[in-house]
């Protein structure tokens, strides 16, 4: 697994992983990142109204 760090100190090739070829990863945050973070928003607020509805 490779550390996590900013995208300037990531080296690709640090622990013989190599990327997904034809998904670069800020590619991937650009196209996915809004929608992850709505449904990780709308999971935090469920969890917060069902620990108050019990």
Do not use: N
């Amino acid at each position: 697994m490779a550390t996590v760090g900013t995208q300037s100190d990531f080296d690709p090739h640090q622990d013989e992983v190599e990327p997904t070829p034809h998904v670069p990863l800020d590619t991937w945050v650009e196209r996915h990142g809004t929608t992850v973070g709505l449904l990780v928003g709308i999971a935090a607020v469920i969890a917060t109204l069902l620990r108050y509805v019990d």
